[in-house]
């Protein structure tokens, strides 16, 4: 059988996500054979840096022994137990290891990301509800804020490409300006323009905290606004607000947990603790469909009660699968064991270091960086730039999707100076190019 013959049936019979079929018409599919550590090796043997971790989600490298073989013990004892009525050791271990890092003391599982986001939604408002303040039904976002896409994630989602089209069909919630620093006034620091940010923030709670169950916040980076970075000073004060207004405070870690911005949490760079944790994307090192929502004892208190409707009746048939916890943990003994975090620091400084020259180059626009995070725009006149600079970039071996004129690169945290230097070389063919 041909590759064109396995790319056709691909068209035919995959519904291929957050995508225009029609566009597969020219631009031929990647058929993948296997991955290695950074890698991704299609079915000629041709191999691409994978430089936005397989969707944000890969963290160690493609077919990472460790967590393969936590995934293949596992099978041969457990491979998944309905977790209403009964528990596992996997995922007793898991809540456990998650509470000790966050604070966060009880864990409800989902199995994507957004899944977490309807969770912790869902929680907020049913917390004020039991509480007596069922008149809390709103929510609040950040503009260009992104959330996931089923209908209540969607609705507190602000990406016009992903959310107008359903626009009839979701709830109405708020959104206020986001403290993306590439929205400063010229002159203005990032931390003012954050705290400018947050007045808004006030005027709005000031006015709607009544109705208001939450605000909901991707911390530090909004991944899909094109990696938005931010001050976390932004953070500090609307944990203030939230307290304040008796409003709850949902971190949507899904793409920034797990030391992507530096540190194991993003919200730690602002000293705060939120009331809800939403974590997906790396917590499996991108092996398996898990996702969590972490919350505090206050919380859990709220829905503990003699009466069954009181308590959070939401359920995902494989909540709390105990393969993926398993990954989960062999993940977590990753970081511990490899002294992740403070390893990527010393590595990222170098990489940040060899991106000089794209830094410098005339044709780019608020070069960023966090943790394990690069970005920057392109001043390009191409308006198909985004498919045009993936294409290119692929024929030198590495896979990056921009994300309108924004390139951004999340590589796995496996990946070298030699790796990183040829993204770096791709992206200068790209900008003499663009
Ligand atoms: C990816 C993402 C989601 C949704 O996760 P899925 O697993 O794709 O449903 C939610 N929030 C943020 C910040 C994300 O990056």
Redesign the pocket.
Known sequence: MSNQDWLARSRQAVWHPCTQMKRHETLPLVPIERGEGPWLIDFDGKRYLDGVSS??VNLFGHCNPLIGDAIKAQLDTLEHVILAGFTQRPVVELSERLAALTGLGHAFYGS??????EIALKMSFHYWRNAGRGDKVGFVSLQHS?????LG?LSVTDVALFRDTYAPLLRHSHQVPSPDWRLAAPGESHETYALRCADALADFLAQHHASTAALIV?PLVQ??AGMAMYHPAYLRRARELCDRYQVHLIA?????GFGRTGTMWAHQQAGIKPDFL?L??GITGGYL?L?AVLTTDEVYAGFYHDDVTRGFLHSHSYTGNALACRAALAVLDIFEHEEVIESNRVRAAWFTALMEPIMHHAKVRHFRHLGMIWAFEVDTARPDFASWAFCLAMEHGVLIRPMGNTVYFMPPYVVDGEEVSLFVSAALDMLEQA
Not at 112 to 117: H, Q
Not at 252 to 256: L, N, R, S, Y
């Open positions: 969707w944000w994507d990301g957004a899944s977490a986001t992104y959330h996931g896409e089923t994630a991707e991944g899909a949507d870690e899904i793409a920034v939403c997906s994307k469909a996702s």
